[in-house]
């Protein structure tokens, strides 16, 4: 059973920055990719990037590209989302997901619980 924990989430002002960090668990993800999506309030869950299991061929939604930075911590096994320059327009609940074949922007297999990220003006 795959299990993903993010954490990190909060409440922070336009312009700043949060680390959410995503740990996943229940077999060996070697040819997974890993992803970040996100759902505003009355809105659908919107692609924001992912990431191959080895770190490499990073993908991003045109939003948060040169803003967001998906990377993977072997040593930690845990897949991070480095997100500067945060805009009002990026609060929403962030999920961590995990994809069991290749890198893609849908198509992912198992999910986070999910953490909250606010970004007032």
């Known amino acids: 059973q795959v299990h993903l924990v993010e954490s990190g989430g909060g409440l922070v002002q336009a312009g700043a920055s949060l680390t959410l960090s995503c740990t996943p668990s229940?077999?060996?993800?070697?040819?997974?990719?890993m992803g970040w999506f996100r759902q505003a309030p009355g809105k659908e869950r919107e692609f924001v990037a992912a990431?191959?299991?080895?770190?490499?061929?990073?993908l991003y939604a045109d939003s948060v590209k040169g803003r967001f930075t998906i990377s993977r911590d072997s040593g930690k096994n845990t897949v991070t989302l480095q997100m500067d320059s945060l805009k009002p327009e990026d609060t929403a609940v962030y999920y961590c997901?995990?994809?069991?074949?290749?890198?893609?922007?849908?198509?992912?297999?198992?999910w986070g619980q999910g953490t909250q990220v606010t970004v007032s003006p």
């Open positions: 990431i191959t299991w080895s770190g490499r061929s990073p």
């Open positions: 229940g077999r060996t993800f070697g040819s997974y990719a």
């Open positions: 997901a995990a994809r069991s074949h290749g890198l893609a922007y849908s198509g992912y297999d198992y």
